[in-house]
Antibody, heavy 115, light 112 residues
Framework: QVQLVQSGAEVKKPGASVTVSCKVSGYTLTALSMHWVRQAPGKGLEWMGG????????IYAQKFQGRLTMTDDTSTDTAYMELTSLTSEDTAVYYC????????WGQGTLVTVSS | DIVMTQSPLSLPVTPGEPASISCRSSQSLLDSNGYNFLYWYLQKPGKSPQLLIF???NRASGVPDRFSGSGSGTDFTLKISRVEAEDVGIYYCMQALQTSFTFGPGTKVDIK
């Protein structure tokens, strides 16, 4: 059974960058497509980006173009999400999830952006 | 991007009674192979979302059979045949027809 374990909470200043990791167990990352979804406090779910097997590359939501980078380390079955130029609007819980049907999900990583 | 809407946004329920949530998309989610790329998720309080229904009407592994999904094209429905206390939370529909996935605003289900 695939399980996803994410890195711990982060506090960042405006303008900084954050990297969140998502380690896969029970399967190999090379056989999976990782997606990232975030949820601002008290708000709904927002898809940020994911790997598209048909395109063979990561696809990012227009909103995050130029600020979001998704990478993989297949040697450790760990996926990474880096978001740059942070503002208070980026304060949210960030989730990783597997494949087009987004199942399963990681436990979430709270990123707080505050001066 | 495809816009997803849900109704109602709030749904007080009585345990043992049925419940229904509607989800509509701004474009058809039916692909050329006959699959509707519509998914339902439940986010229980303080937890990560969990997949309930995939491709419009298929229950995910371990999901109780009181949950069912139906619909095609742009109109979809999630039904709970008999609500249990553990079903409280926020229900989201999501389209995955276009790689830029989009979620509905969520329907908060709680006990009356």
């Amino acid at each position: 059974q695939v399980q996803l374990v994410q890195s711990g909470a982060e506090v960042k200043k405006p303008g900084a960058s954050v990297t969140v990791s998502c380690k896969v167990s029970g399967y190999t990352l090379t056989a999976l497509s990782m997606h990232w979804v975030r949820q601002a406090p008290g708000k709904g779910l927002e898809w940020m980006g994911g790997f598209d097997p048909a395109e063979g590359e990561a696809i990012y939501a227009q909103k995050f173009q130029g600020r979001l980078t998704m990478t993989d380390d297949t040697s450790t079955d760990t996926a990474y999400m880096e978001l740059t130029s942070l503002t208070s609007e980026d304060t949210a819980v960030y989730y990783c999830a597997i494949d087009r049907w987004l199942d399963p999900w990681g436990q979430g990583t709270l990123v707080t952006v505050s001066s | 991007d495809i816009v997803m809407t849900q109704s109602p946004l709030s749904l007080p329920v009585t345990p043992g009674e049925p419940a229904s949530i509607s989800c509509r998309s701004s474009q058809s989610l039916l692909d050329s192979n006959g699959y509707n790329f519509l998914y339902w998720y439940l986010q229980k309080p303080g937890k990560s979302p969990q997949l309930l229904i995939f491709l419009g009407s298929n229950r995910a592994s371990g999901v109780p059979d009181r949950f069912s999904g139906s619909g095609s094209g742009t109109d979809f429905t999630l039904k709970i045949s008999r609500v249990e206390a553990e079903d409280v939370g926020i229900y989201y529909c999501m389209q995955a027809l276009q790689t830029s996935f989009t979620f509905g605003p969520g329907t908060k289900v709680d006990i009356k």
